[in-house]
């Protein structure tokens, strides 16, 4: 059995993680309240945006003016991977990185042999763990994750779309955490380029309609087009960034639960221990005086 003073230093270990978890749980339901709200106000925006687009496309068949939808042969391909810059999240970012390998053996294996495959890490999580596993050329943005800026998101989604247009890039992918409810996130893989013209059954009803419009539908969509997507790039890390809080709110509340019951066993391990110390001291007086007497 363990002595007082083990005891002791251990309660008081646990103690003191207790304080901290406790700490960071609070301060991780405070940001995840503000993120919550931001993915929640910028979903129907972005919805809205691609039931615009879906009808747009619908409607009109001729896309050879626009480069974002052309399908080619995928030699050099871009995967985007949303991750966070610190731990204590849970799988989090385990799920990332292990959906990451997924997809890269299951549909990159032959552009990561040529060397054809490029990573963008928003998160330094991600990028530590997948620069580990795979030699390719890495890019990497820390500090959009602390400090999310459409203004600095958008700079590099031109960028994106600019080497799209010149067939530098043949598809880019985007892998994130899709927040659902703060104890919930959902890891999806998404084709960000070239653009997917699948219109749903529910949008198939507008997209036959006879819609009237004072711009040329082509020319509607090379406009709307660079918008949207950096919208729905945004949307992306919006969502990441509330998983990750969620997700850190949630584990930091597990593990302040578990520290609770810790010291409940630790404070009954002491205080066994502490009786019996005390029984075994009255037991050593008692003999004493009894050799004493006789």
């Known amino acids: 059995m363990a002595s007082l003073k083990e005891i002791r230093t251990r309660i008081a270990s646990v103690s003191s993680t207790q304080k901290i978890t406790g700490a960071m749980k609070l301060v991780s339901a405070a940001k ?17 945006l691609n039931e615009i687009l879906s009808n747009l496309s619908g409607l009109d068949q001729e896309y050879d003016s626009i480069p974002y939808f052309t399908k080619r042969e995928p030699k050099n391909v871009t995967l985007i991977i949303i991750s966070s810059n610190r731990g204590l999240c849970g799988s989090f970012n385990a799920n990332i990185v292990k959906e990451v390998n997924r997809v890269i053996k299951a549909d990159y294996a032959q552009q990561l042999a040529n060397n054809t495959l490029k990573l963008i890490c928003f998160g330094r999580k991600g990028f530590e763990q997948l620069g580990r596993l795979y030699d390719v ?22 960028r994106l779309l600019d080497e799209f247009a010149q067939q530098k890039i043949d598809k880019i992918d985007v892998v994130y955490n899709r927040f659902l409810n703060p104890a919930t996130q959902k890891v999806e893989h998404e084709s960000f380029l070239p653009i997917q013209n699948e219109i749903k059954e529910a949008d198939q009803k507008n997209a036959n309609i006879d819609f009237l419009f004072d711009t040329p539908k082509l020319q509607l969509l090379e406009e709307l087009i660079p918008k949207i997507l950096k919208i729905k790039m945004f949307k992306s890390l919006s969502d990441s960034i509330a998983s990750e809080h969620g997700a850190r709110m949630t584990a930091m509340a597990k593990a302040t639960d ?19 110390s005390i029984t075994t001291e009255l037991l050593e007086i008692i003999s004493g005086a009894n050799a004493l007497d006789a």
């Open 32 to 48: 995840l309240r503000k993120a919550q709200t931001a993915i929640l106000t910028l979903r129907p925006y972005s919805n809205k």
């Open 258 to 276: 578990n520290a609770n019951e810790m010291l409940k066993d630790l404070k009954l391990k002491y205080n066994n221990a502490r009786q019996s």
């Open 137 to 158: 050329d890495i890019e990497y943005h820390e500090a959009i994750i602390d400090n999310p800026s459409f203004d600095d998101l958008t700079e590099i989604t031109k």
